[in-house]
């Protein structure tokens, strides 16, 4: 993987915070790696925790038309995390747009719009309706049902999500980020395909596919049978495969599973990834996000590194003879 160069490269030693911690994803500039994941932060947080201290923040996913997302329940915890099966509803880009950006646009961090669809025209329809709005990236969702070829998750077929990313990124003047799916036979082959079609980054991973069941009612948590499980339990699977993502691209990684800590941060960052979104954490602890960016100058220093930057891509793997 080609490492992100940081703002400052080559900063003096005692550079401010900003430069200690800022990383590059594309032509994006971020003030430091950490992000909320999508649909995991909303603006009315922003009366709970400073968002303009961010390096981004990612909106929930938007489609051209609205849409009323999963009958309830939507949300249930388990063991080690938690499973939801929010059915991504969307007011539809029209709303998006007039609201200014769902109230994203005034949150003072990067705005990076995460956009669905349900076929390859309305992804490029929601670029299209939504490309003169002030906002710094996209990321596409390919892991929506893909109504075109079966219902499948779009990235599950490399064509097909070949075929949406190389338009929005014909039609975006924005970095494009893809965000795949853990349900992939093969994430190297899919963070490729991506890489070629012209993205920017690729973000790894969406949630795990789960199912929770209660055995006094013998029926499902959620209301639509299954979810997609996240939290702390699926931090080891999501390292794995921002590894093995980082190990087949040129392009940064935004690394996603069961963040909770700079400690987390900085095991992602080893790996391979460039940035970090925190989803399921911030249901808890709405401030995590500014609490883990304000612990990691100490942690970039206790690391032996200058800049946060330093560490990505760094992972050696134990072999026999390592003590």
């Known amino acids: 993987m080609r490492m992100a160069e940081a703002n400052g490269a080559g900063a003096p030693v005692g550079a401010s915070c900003r430069s200690e911690l800022a990383v590059e994803l594309g032509d994006l500039e ?16 922003a009366e709970l925790t400073p968002v303009d201290t961010l390096g981004a923040v990612v909106t929930k996913t938007v ?44 949150l003072g961090a ?36 893909n109504l075109e ?8 077929d490399l064509d097909a999500m070949t075929h949406v990313v190389s338009g929005v990124v014909a039609r975006s003047t924005k970095p494009v980020l893809v965000k795949l799916s853990p349900q992939l036979h093969g994430m190297a082959a899919a963070a490729r395909a ?59 990684v935004v690394g996603c599973g069961g963040i909770g800590s ?26 995590v996000m500014p609490r883990i960016i304000g612990e990691l100058p100490a942690l970039t220093e206790r690391l032996g590194a200058e800049r946060i930057a330093d560490l990505i891509g760094t992972l050696t793997i134990r072999s026999e003879d390592w003590q």
């Open 30 to 45: 971020l003030a430091n790696p950490v992000m909320p994941a999508s649909g995991c932060f909303g603006p009315e947080l």
């Open 149 to 156: 070829h079966g219902g499948a998750t779009l990235d599950t």
């Open 262 to 287: 700079a400690d987390d941060v900085a095991e992602f960052l080893i790996a391979g990834a460039t940035a970090v979104q925190v989803g399921t954490a911030t249901f808890a602890q709405p401030d």
């Open 63 to 106: 489609f051209a038309q609205s849409r009323p997302g999963n009958r309830t329940h939507r949300i249930t915890e388990v063991p080690g995390g938690m499973l939801n099966s929010v059915g991504i509803p969307s007011r539809g880009t029209t709303v998006f747009r007039d609201s200014g950006l769902g109230g994203y646009a005034g």
């Open 194 to 252: 991506a890489q070629d079609a012209g993205a920017t980054a690729v973000t790894v991973c969406n949630s795990f596919p789960a199912m929770a069941v209660n055995a006094n009612s013998r029926a499902s948590e959620l209301g639509n049978g299954t979810g997609g499980l996240s939290g702390p339990s699926v931090k080891p699977l999501a390292l794995r495969l921002v590894w093995t993502a980082a190990q087949a691209v040129d392009i940064p």
């Open 110 to 145: 990067p705005v990076v719009i995460s956009i669905g669809g349900l076929s390859a025209q309305e992804y490029w329809q929601v670029v299209d309706e939504l490309g003169a709005c002030e906002h710094a990236a996209v990321e596409v969702n390919v892991s929506c049902p």
